[in-house]
Nanobody, 119 residues
Framework: QAQLVESGGGSVQAGGSLRLSCAAS????????IGWLRQAPGNEREFVAS???????FYRDSVKGRFSISRDEAKNTVYLQMNSLKPEDTAAYYC?????????????WGQGTQVTVSP
């Protein structure tokens, strides 16, 4: 089993920044992708960004140029730097791990961290 623990959520005003962290522990895997998803009340969970073993990254269109995903392999931690935050970014953010390649149904999930952006 793998454990994912998110941190770094909070409340900011529009235009502000936050950095989310996802610390992975437990079983190690030879190939996997870690990503961030979010879910706002009344909405479906949606993909935000992902990063693969080779460092390749993907973003949903609405966060391109504002969010940046990165990883520190020595710390087994993935980060999501969120700049120029908008009220529509308000959601619970989840870190997730998919084995081999990104999947809409990741194998492991964190507990989530709340991000609230006020106008």
């Amino acid at each position: 089993q793998a454990q994912l623990v998110e941190s770094g959520g909070g409340s900011v005003q529009a235009g502000g920044s936050l950095r989310l962290s996802c610390a992975a522990s437990g079983r190690t895997f030879s190939r996997y992708v870690i990503g961030w998803l979010r879910q706002a009340p009344g909405n479906e969970r949606e993909f935000v960004a992902s990063i693969g073993m080779g460092g390749n990254t993907f973003y949903r269109d609405s966060v391109k140029g504002r969010f940046s995903i990165s990883r520190d392999e020595a710390k087994n931690t993935v980060y999501l730097q969120m700049n120029s935050l908008k009220p529509e970014d308000t959601a619970a953010y989840y870190c997730a791990l998919s084995l081999w390649s990104w999947s809409p149904t990741p194998n492991y999930w964190g507990q989530g961290t709340q991000v609230t952006v006020s106008p």
